[in-house]
Every structure is written in structure tokens, then in C-alpha cells.
């Protein structure tokens, strides 16, 4: 059926909801839970899950999608009741809307890690074999000045805990940068990723050229691996902003860019931890006299344990979200929703 169908057939089971919700909150907050109406309220909440579930296959991201979307969330909250508050909210938090949010961007994640390590292996390659891009890139003095000190003692130029503080705000501020600039139909995004990029391709071409590329991987790994990984997440966020105001379906403008906005929060707020842990290794692990193997192992183990976490489990979460739309009370007659 057409969209404007689907409304006139479902709207009073909407509004329904929608009422049962206002006084199920009212008899909460005194105290005065009625169990009759509780479970009737619960069935309506899975009726109308089902039509969330047909509304978004169907319809993809439009209105009424947004629309069933914040009623049954509001829903579940006031079914849920305050035990889902407090420390409930933070570990839900962690175990779903964070990496749920993530797995749901990946597409855009792989386009922006691209978008950063296409040029850094580019300007990397092209420095290490072509000597008029060396010596395009700095004079000799200033090089080898850059490779054999300045590098390695920016990493130490601080106390530990200052340094690791310094770092957290420089990568907040890119990765907010990363996120915010996407806006601007997703270029300002792919200025800032690609402008880091070249950055990291320059350093490791210095390094390749004076034959130092190991002390360069040794120094950047430990703390590069998770730190880029959180760039391109929250690059991949700014992209998938980006393509909401180039395509945002049936949805006008703003409203496509302020729900995709919401839908990126618990992106933005998440790779915060991700980034406090990335300046710790920072200012502790990287300057630290740990052998090489030591201090990037502990890179890569703390990269790979985020990879599998934000993946591996927004993955189940996903597929558990569908299945829980698909099964959440959905009524059908040859493929489409009624209510009887």
C-alpha cells in the first residue's frame, strides 16, 4: 500500500499508543501503576513496532518512519520505567546505541579510512622514491633535524599526564572537526581527512627516505592505530551527515541533517572514551623505554579489542534490533499491515 494508506489504516492505533504512553507516565510519577493498563499498553507498543519494521522497509527514512521511530522509543522508555535510568542507560549505552551506531555507519567508515590512508601510502610512496618531492618537502638541515630529534622528542617534551591531555583535546578537536564539517554536503569532512592523511604520508616518507622507518612505526603505531581508527569513525559519521543533505529521500533538508544528526550522537559522545584511551597510550606508552614490539603490541591488542567490540557487537546488535522490529507483534494479510 502507499504511504498515505498505511497512515489512514494505522493512525488510531498511533494515537492509541500515544495516549496510553501520557497516562501510563502519569500514573508512574504518583505512584499508581495500573497492570491492566501496563499490559495493554505493552501490546500496543509491539503492534506498533511491527508497523516501525514494515514502515522502514518500505518507506526507508521518511517522515513516518521518524515519526514511529520516536513513538516507540518513547514507549519502551515509560514501559521500561526508571530502572532503565542511571547505570542501566550508561551500560546500554556502551553494549548498544554506541556500537550499533557504528556498525550502521560502517560503509561510510570504509570511505573515510580511504579518504586518509589513500594519500598517506600516495605522498609516502612518492617521497621515498622521487628526490625532487624530498627536497620539495623541507631543506636537508631542517630534514634530518625532523628524523633524528624533533619527532621523538615531541613525544617526551611533557610530562606524561600534560601530554596525554594536550593529545585528547588536539584529537577531539579533529575528530569534532571530522563530524561537524560533514555538514557542508560531506566536503569539509573529506578536506580534513585527506589533510591528515597527507600529513602522516609526509612524516613516514621523511623517515623511509633516511632510512629510519622503523623508529617512525615504532613511535606512531602504539597510540596511530586506535587514534585514526576513531578518526575515520567519526570521519565516516561526518560523510553519512554529508549525504543526508546531498540525497535525503522524501525527507526535506533539515529534517533528513537533524535526524541524522541524532542518530550520530551516540558516535560523537562514544569515540570521546576512544580517544582519552588513545591519549593515555600517548603519553605513557609511546615515550615509555618498553621495546618497540612491547609499545606497539599494546597498540594493536587495544585497536583490535575496539575493532571487534564496535563490529563484532553492533553487528549482533543490529541484527537483533530487526529481529526484535520483525517479530515486535506484526500483523499482516499478504504483506500488509492492518489493523483489526
Excluded at 542501566?88 to 550499533?100: A, E, K, M, S
Excluded at 617526551?156 to 575528530?175: D, G, M, R
Excluded at 578518526?231 to 522524501?250: E, F, Q, T
Aim: with cysteine.
Amino acid at each position: 500500500m502507499d504511504v498515505d494508506q498505511f497512515i489512514r489504516r494505522n493512525e488510531p492505533t498511533w494515537r492509541h499508543l500515544d495516549e496510553a504512553v501520557r497516562r501510563l507516565r502519569s500514573r508512574r510519577s504518583k505512584h499508581r501503576l495500573d497492570g491492566a493498563e501496563l499490559d495493554e499498553t505493552i501490546r500496543l507498543y509491539q503492534r506498533v513496532s511491527g508497523h516501525l519494521s514494515y514502515s522502514r522497509t518500505w518507506y526507508g527514512d521518511s517522515p513516518v518512519t521518524s515519526r514511529l521511530t520516536a513513538l516507540v522509543g518513547e514507549s519502551r522508555a515509560v514501559i521500561h520505567g526508571p530502572g532503565d535510568r542511571g547505570g542501566n542507560v550508561l551500560l546500554r549505552f556502551f553494549t548498544h546505541d554506541f556500537p550499533g551506531a557504528v556498525w550502521r555507519t560502517r560503509k561510510f567508515i570504509a570511505i573515510a579510512a580511504f579518504l586518509l590512508l589513500a594519500p598517506a601510502v600516495y605522498v609516502g610512496a612518492w617521497m621515498t622514491f622521487s628526490d625532487a618531492a624530498l627536497d620539495a618537502s623541507a631543506p636537508p638541515a631542517l630534514r634530518e633535524s625532523y628524523v633524528q630529534q624533533d619527532f621523538a622528542d615531541y613525544y617526551s617534551s611533557q610530562p606524561a599526564a600534560e601530554f596525554s591531555t594536550k593529545v585528547l583535546v588536539n584529537n577531539i578537536q579533529v575528530s569534532f572537526m571530522a563530524y561537524a564539517l560533514g555538514i557542508f554536503a560531506g566536503i569539509g569532512t573529506v578536506v580534513v581527512l585527506v589533510g591528515n592523511g597527507l600529513g602522516i604520508g609526509q612524516a613516514a616518507g621523511l623517515f623511509q627516505a633516511a632510512g629510519q622507518a622503523p623508529r617512525f612505526w615504532g613511535l606512531i603505531l602504539p597510540h596511530g592505530l586506535l587514534e585514526i581508527t576513531a578518526v575515520c569513525v567519526a570521519g565516516g559519521a561526518g560523510l553519512k551527515l554529508g549525504w543526508a543533505v546531498v540525497s535525503p529521500g522524501d525527507r526535506t533538508r533539515s529534517a533528513a541533517v537533524a535526524e541524522e544528526g541524532r542518530r550520530s550522537v551516540p558516535v560523537v559522545v562514544g569515540l570521546i572514551l576512544v580517544f582519552i584511551t588513545a591519549g593515555l597510550i600517548e603519553g605513557f606508552v609511546t615515550p615509555s623505554p618498553l621495546p618497540t614490539w612491547e609499545r606497539v603490541g599494546i597498540g594493536l591488542v587495544v585497536t583490535s579489542a575496539f575493532l571487534f567490540y564496535v563490529f563484532g557487537l553492533g553487528r549482533r546488535v543490529a541484527a537483533e534490533d530487526e529481529a526484535t522490529r520483525a517479530a515486535g507483534g506484526l500483523d499482516t494479510t499478504g504483506g500488509v499491515i492492518v489493523d483489526r
